[in-house]
Structure formats: C-alpha cells, structure tokens
C-alpha cells in the first residue's frame, strides 16, 4: 500500500467498522479521491476508491476497495437514462474501472463519486436510523442537528440517490453530511480525519437527542407472563427447541442456526409493543435483507409446556409461508427473480430468546446481530415518534432486486457438507482430530467432544473460530454428560446432522489377564458409549426432519479374531452390530448409519500413544516406533495406514456422493484379508 489516501482510507473504515455502534457487519462504505500516476500515460489521475461490494468496514483490506477514474465515473451524470433505467448504471461503473482487479464497485458508489467532497462515509448506525425511521423523520433530523445534517428522502439504493445527495449536498455547503430516510446516514469532508470526526458527530448527536428526548418505556409496559425465563430453564428450553425451529426454517433449504439471548432481545420480547413492532419489519435495506421482511414470532406466554410452543411453532411456520408467498405474489413483476424461500430467518420465542438462521454459522449470526440493531431502531424511534419503515413494496423491489441476485449468483459454490452440523467423539486428538479437520475443511461446522474440555477446545481453535468449529467435554459413558454435550452442540449451531463415534481406548491382555474392570471400562466407553451418542443424535436428527449421518468408527478387529485382545475385539464386534441394528431403525427418518474399519493406525493415534502401540509391538515381537511398518507390510497394499485416510472414509459416506448407502462397513486397512467382509 504506497499510496497514503488509500492508507488512511482502510485506517478510517477499520476504526469506523470496529464499533457496532457506527455500523453494522459489511454494512455501508467509505471512500476517497485523490491523485495517483496513470501508468499508461505517466500523467497524474484522479481516482476514487471505495469499499467494494460485499466487504466489512472494519475488516478492510487494500483488495477490498473498487478503484475507479473520477471524471469517467462523473461524466455517467451525462448518460444516465432516468431512475426508471439506474440499475443499469452499475454495469457502467465497469468501464469507469482503474486498472486490473480490486473488489466490483457496490450499487452506492454513485453517492460516494457525485458528492462533492473527497472523502464520503455512508454508515448504519442503530441512532441514525431511527430518526431516519420514525414517522416524523425530517422534522426530527432538523430538531436534532439544525441545518448542520440534512435530510434525504427515502429512495432504493442507487444511482438517483447518488444524484440526490450530491444535490442536497450542494444546496447546503453549511452540511457536513444527512440523514437518509428509511435508511441510513452519510458524512463527507475534504480530510479523511475531518469525514471520520463528521461521522462520530452525527451518531453521537443522534444518540444524546434520542436519550434526552426519547420517552422511558418506548415499547410499552412489561408484560409479566413474557418475562425472560431463569437463565438455566431458558437455555435448556432453547435447547429442547431449536432442533425443531431449525427443522422448519430449513423447510426450502438447510440452515444453520444461532441463539441470542441477550438483554436487548429478552427485553423487547417482553413488552406489550412487540408484536405490532415485529409485524412493522425491519427498514434499512442491510438489514431485511439478511433478516427477511419480518421475523416469525411466537404468542405463547414464556413457561407454555414445550410440547405446546412446538405445536405453537408448527402452527405458525405453516402460516408465515403462506403470508410471505402471499407478500411475494402482491408484489412480483414479471421479470422478478423467483421467490427464494418462504421460511423465517427470524423466530422470536418471548422469555426464551431469538433464533437467527442462515447458509453458514456466520450467517446465521450475523443475522441475529443485525435483528438486534433493529430492535434498537424501534426502541429509538418509538421514543422520540413512532417507528414507520419502508413500505413493503418498497422492501420488495429491494429483497427481488436483479442486482441482489446477481450478487448472490456470484457467490461461490458451497462445499459439499455446507450447512451440516457434524459431532466427532474423541476429536481432541488422533483419527478423531482428523475427522474433525476434513469435516471441518469440506464445510461443515464442527463440535469437537472429548473427555478433555481443554484439550477439545484447543482442537477446534485450530480449525478456526467459534463460526466454524466449538470444543465440549463429553465423558460419552455417561448419559447425562452425552446430553449436555449435544445440548452444547445444539445451542452453538442449532442442532445436529452428522455423528461420528470414535472415542475409544483399547485394553490389550489374554483372556485370564483381563480384569472385570477392563471388561466393563472397554465396554462402557464405546459399546454403551456408541449407544448413548447414537441414541441421543436420532433424538436430534429425528426431531429436526432433516436426515442425517451416523459414522461409528469400529475396527478390522470386529470381524477378524487375533490374539490377546478380548476385551477390545468384542467390543468393536459390538459396535459393528449397532450400525446394522441403527440403519435398519432409522432408515425411515432419512438418518444413514455406516462404520468404517481401520487398522494399523499408529501415527497420530492417541490410543496407541497411549500404551497400546507398545503393548501390539510385544505381542508381535517388532519394536514400538516400527509397528506401523509392520502392520503395512501384512496388508495387500503394503501401505501405512494414518489418520487421515480415516477421515478420508468418512467424507466418502458423508459428502453426498453415497446417499442411498446405509449400513455399509468401509475397511480403512490397506488389505487385510482374513478381515474382508462376507
């Protein structure tokens, strides 16, 4: 980065974008003009960049910003054909590129080259949007700022708007930025330090006038049968919940989902205006459109039976689809892109919390942020006047729009296990760590569960962030710690889709050197271990009415019989069985249930670490560090066998290439003969 306006441009939108106070998540943009050499001609040029389409402000990046030539992006005034004819002026935006690469120029990049002024912030701030929300918007933004902020009349996102303020903008040189109605605000300057001081001024501005204006209680009274529930009977109720909420929000295509249970949301969820202002939408364009036209809300007192609220939730998801394909139907133009879904991205659940959904977890919870920062709109717009958003059709043209669906065509192609929500027992270590990483690598969200908390959640911290992958202890021998670790599951990523059993630990002795404590310790870990994970993810998965994966990791020793290993041998023979018993149960719900055998896998093995290794190197007379080669060299393949082609395997049952297999073994052991299936 040798350019300093380009440098003090990311500095400005990083600052900007850190505070959730000044924006929301990739939502509005910041620009700068300034001078830079044409390498073409070796003459100075002026520039503009931009933050493009798609990017956060306070995770910018110099790749992030469209670069575009000033004077061709300002000689589009003279070809523009009318408001009826404006989305076609982002195609143009195109030729107005400087250079090779950079990020596609955003539908608000009009606003930030016609104003004039070198430096423009254009931002969502939760304060400037309930003045530009509330009934008597304009006549507040002149109460609050006098003639320093001007008002803008709503208008869709686009080039007229670009046009509109720049007029304004002009007519008012006193003005250091506006208010735009419905939507947001914009701030401009000849310094970058001055633009950003001008931002802070509005947001701060707005926020002492909605506290020293605002009434107390702007949604109403407290109503007590909605109050929020005890934190431990809420989350366990959120819990017991969000299987089946997320089931339904997946009805047109799998979600995930996030929980919130914040203050803000209990709050709103328990007074009496909540089911008026929920109805009204949300109105700035960023955030119904990851949070849809409206959220779906439950009207059942807080401690209703659950049988009840799920009934309840039935009952409603049914009639939110047809109200929205109702809504969508009102408002289709011939050449609307389809409807792309009627389920909730939104469920509200008084004295419980707010489930947000979404195509990742990220999604998902960004989702959920964006709901926040609406109710805070409604709180300071219903303090001050009364919250009136965006007309439908308005909401409409916006969530249908032809550029929006062309953003969303740009979008990469999912992996091939997005949107799955994948368990892996023992995953703080060895073939389960592996798992955990492949499943984890082809999209799916991953609870790594160990009888080590701190152990499983460095694993997952080595995947990625809490978006991605979440640590939970799990002695799986005991029903109750099983349950709270799907509890966990659930409550990180709204449920449950793919489980694979492979915590486990082998006790390698003769017959009458094995113990009754050996016998019951190998058994209660995996044989009733298998059971009570499987057990409690059908639960889940039948729940959900998605489907689902069962992988029980077993072994090349449930079918082939060696000696000294009793203990371990038949307890994998055990599991080996569960897969078979398991996909003939379930097979009515969809839920696939497969094992795979391995053997010989002594690198990265943590039950061989564990004392194992050493004690099959004794029986077969090799040296320990050598018992990988050995068991290589008995197979037909002459190949080490390691954690990862494991992992291999289970991506093969899981990814969506074998959906009509189901109880099927998988050897993993480069060819062992006497072991092949029968």
Same mark, same amino acid.
Request: charged share 25%; with cysteine; glycine share 10%.
């Given at each position: 980065?040798?350019?300093?306006?380009?440098? +003090?441009?990311?500095?400005?939108?990083?600052?900007?974008?850190?505070?959730?106070?000044?924006?929301?998540?990739?939502?509005?943009?910041?620009?700068?003009?300034?001078?830079?050499?044409?390498?073409?001609?070796?003459?100075?040029?002026?520039?503009?960049?931009?933050?493009?389409?798609?990017?956060?402000?306070?995770?910018?990046?110099?790749?992030?910003?469209?670069?575009?030539? !000033?004077?061709?992006?300002?000689?589009?005034?003279?070809?523009?054909?009318?408001?009826d004819r404006?989305?076609?002026? @982002?195609?143009?935006?195109d030729?107005?590129?400087?250079?090779?690469?950079?990020?596609?120029?955003?539908i608000?990049?009009?606003?930030?080259?016609?104003?004039?002024?070198?430096?423009? +912030?254009?931002?969502?701030?939760?304060?400037g949007?309930?003045?530009?929300?509330?009934?008597d918007?304009?006549?507040?933004?002149t109460?609050c700022?006098?003639?320093?902020v001007?008002?803008?009349?709503?208008?869709?996102?686009?080039?007229?708007?670009?046009?509109?303020?720049?007029?304004?903008?002009?007519?008012?040189?006193?003005?250091?930025?506006? @208010?735009?109605?419905?939507?947001?605000?914009?701030?401009?300057?000849?310094?970058?330090?001055?633009?950003?001081?001008n931002?802070?001024?509005?947001?701060?501005?707005?926020?002492?006038?909605?506290?020293?204006?605002?009434?107390?209680?702007?949604?109403?009274?407290?109503?007590?049968?909605?109050?929020? !529930?005890?934190?431990?009977?809420?989350?366990?109720?959120?819990?017991?919940?969000?299987?089946?909420?997320?089931?339904?929000?997946?009805?047109?295509k799998?979600?995930?989902?996030?929980?919130?249970d914040?203050?803000?949301?209990?709050?709103?969820?328990?007074?009496?205006?909540?089911?008026?202002?929920?109805?009204? /939408?949300?109105?700035?364009?960023?955030?119904?459109?990851?949070?849809k036209?409206?959220?779906?809300?439950?009207?059942?007192?807080?401690?209703?039976?659950?049988?009840?609220?799920?009934a309840?939730?039935?009952?409603?998801?049914?009639?939110?689809?047809?109200?929205?394909?109702?809504?969508?139907?009102?408002?289709?133009?011939?050449?609307?892109?389809?409807?792309?879904?009627?389920?909730?991205?939104?469920? !509200?659940?008084?004295?419980?919390?707010?489930?947000?959904?979404?195509?990742?977890?990220?999604?998902?919870?960004?989702?959920?942020?964006?709901?926040?920062?609406?109710?805070?709109?409604?709180?300071?717009?219903?303090?001050?006047?009364?919250?009136?958003?965006?007309d439908?059709?308005?909401?409409?043209?916006?969530?249908?729009?032809?550029?929006?669906?062309?953003k969303?065509?740009?979008?990469?192609?999912?992996?091939?296990?997005a949107?799955?929500?994948?368990?892996?027992?023992?995953?703080?270590?060895?073939?389960?760590?592996?798992i955990?990483?492949?499943?984890?690598?082809?999209?799916?969200?991953?609870?790594?569960?160990?009888l080590d908390?701190?152990?499983?959640?460095?694993?997952?911290?080595?995947?990625?962030?809490? +978006?991605?992958?979440?640590?939970?202890?799990?002695?799986?021998?005991?029903?109750e710690?099983?349950a709270?670790?799907?509890?966990?599951?659930?409550?990180?990523?709204?449920g449950?889709?793919?489980?694979?059993?492979?915590?486990?630990?082998?006790?390698?002795?003769?017959?009458?050197?094995?113990?009754?404590?050996?016998?019951?310790?190998?058994?209660?870990?995996?044989?009733?271990g298998?059971?009570?994970?499987s057990?409690?993810?059908?639960?889940?998965?039948?729940?959900?009415?998605?489907?689902?994966?069962? @992988?029980?990791i077993?072994?090349k020793?449930?079918?082939?019989?060696?000696?000294?290993?009793?203990?371990?041998?038949?307890?994998?023979?055990?599991?080996?069985?569960?897969?078979?018993?398991?996909?003939a149960?379930?097979?009515?719900?969809?839920?696939?249930?497969?094992?795979?055998?391995?053997?010989g896998?002594?690198?990265?093995? /943590?039950?061989?670490?564990?004392?194992?290794?050493?004690?099959?190197?004794?029986?077969?007379? =090799?040296?320990?560090?050598?018992?990988?080669?050995?068991?290589?060299?008995?197979?037909?393949?002459?190949?080490?066998?390691?954690?990862?082609?494991?992992?291999?395997?289970?991506?093969?049952?899981?990814?969506?290439?074998?959906?009509?297999?189901?109880?099927?073994? =998988?050897?993993?052991?480069?060819?062992?003969?006497?072991?092949?299936?029968?």
């Amino acid at each position: 980065m040798t350019n300093p306006v380009v440098s +003090d441009l990311i500095a400005r939108s990083n600052r900007l974008g850190a505070d959730p106070r000044n924006t929301n998540y990739a939502g509005g943009n910041t620009s700068a003009a300034g001078t830079a050499t044409d390498p073409v001609t070796g003459q100075p040029v002026e520039l503009l960049w931009v933050k493009g389409s798609g990017g956060d402000l306070g995770t910018l990046r110099e790749e992030g910003l469209a670069v575009l030539r !000033l004077d061709r992006l300002r000689s589009l005034v003279d070809v523009y054909p009318g408001v009826d004819r404006e989305d076609e002026m @982002v195609a143009a935006f195109d030729h107005c590129a400087f250079g090779r690469g950079g990020a596609a120029p955003s539908i608000d990049t009009a606003m930030h080259g016609l104003v004039r002024a070198a430096h423009v +912030d254009h931002l969502h701030p939760d304060s400037g949007i309930a003045l530009a929300t509330a009934a008597d918007g304009e006549a507040l933004t002149t109460e609050c700022f006098g003639d320093r902020v001007v008002w803008v009349p709503w208008r869709r996102p686009g080039f007229q708007l670009g046009l509109d303020i720049a007029e304004i903008a002009e007519k008012n040189p006193q003005a250091i930025g506006a @208010v735009l109605g419905g939507h947001g605000i914009t701030a401009w300057a000849d310094t970058s330090e001055q633009c950003e001081a001008n931002s802070r001024e509005i947001i701060a501005t707005a926020e002492r006038f909605l506290a020293e204006r605002g009434r107390p209680q702007p949604f109403g009274s407290r109503v007590p049968e909605m109050e929020p !529930l005890p934190e431990t009977e809420r989350r366990a109720r959120a819990a017991a919940l969000f299987p089946v909420v997320r089931g339904l929000a997946s009805t047109d295509k799998p979600q995930v989902g996030h929980f919130t249970d914040s203050d803000v949301v209990l709050d709103f969820l328990s007074s009496e205006e909540h089911p008026r202002l929920a109805a009204l /939408g949300t109105s700035c364009p960023d955030h119904f459109l990851r949070t849809k036209v409206r959220p779906m809300v439950v009207d059942l007192p807080a401690s209703a039976p659950v049988e009840d609220v799920v009934a309840r939730l039935r009952e409603l998801h049914e009639a939110y689809r047809a109200d929205y394909a109702a809504y969508y139907d009102r408002n289709a133009e011939p050449d609307s892109p389809a409807m792309r879904g009627a389920d909730p991205a939104i469920v !509200l659940v008084p004295g419980v919390g707010m489930f947000s959904f979404g195509a990742n977890k990220q999604t998902a919870r960004v989702a959920g942020e964006f709901y926040v920062n609406a109710i805070n709109v409604m709180r300071g717009a219903e303090s001050v006047s009364t919250y009136a958003p965006i007309d439908e059709r308005e909401k409409f043209r916006i969530e249908y729009w032809a550029l929006e669906e062309a953003k969303l065509a740009r979008m990469p192609k999912p992996k091939p296990l997005a949107t799955r929500v994948a368990l892996v027992t023992g995953a703080a270590s060895g073939i389960g760590k592996a798992i955990a990483q492949r499943l984890a690598a082809e999209g799916a969200c991953v609870v790594i569960a160990d009888l080590d908390l701190a152990k499983a959640s460095d694993a997952a911290a080595e995947i990625g962030s809490a +978006d991605v992958a979440v640590g939970v202890a799990a002695d799986v021998s005991d029903g109750e710690a099983v349950a709270a670790a799907f509890r966990a599951a659930v409550l990180a990523f709204g449920g449950v889709d793919l489980v694979v059993n492979n915590a486990g630990l082998s006790i390698s002795k003769p017959l009458l050197e094995t113990t009754e404590r050996d016998w019951d310790l190998q058994h209660d870990v995996m044989a009733k271990g298998s059971f009570l994970v499987s057990r409690e993810a059908a639960r889940i998965m039948i729940e959900q009415g998605m489907g689902g994966d069962v @992988v029980y990791i077993s072994s090349k020793n449930s079918v082939f019989a060696g000696p000294n290993n009793i203990a371990y041998s038949a307890v994998k023979a055990d599991q080996a069985h569960q897969v078979r018993l398991l996909a003939a149960e379930l097979g009515e719900h969809q839920i696939r249930v497969n094992g795979i055998n391995p053997d010989g896998v002594v690198r990265g093995s /943590g039950i061989f670490a564990g004392g194992w290794g050493a004690k099959r190197a004794a029986v077969y007379g =090799v040296p320990e560090e050598e018992l990988g080669a050995y068991y290589a060299q008995r197979t037909l393949l002459k190949r080490e066998v390691l954690p990862e082609h494991v992992a291999d395997a289970v991506f093969a049952l899981t990814g969506g290439e074998l959906t009509r297999t189901t109880g099927l073994h =998988v050897p993993v052991d480069s060819g062992v003969a006497a072991a092949f299936l029968r």
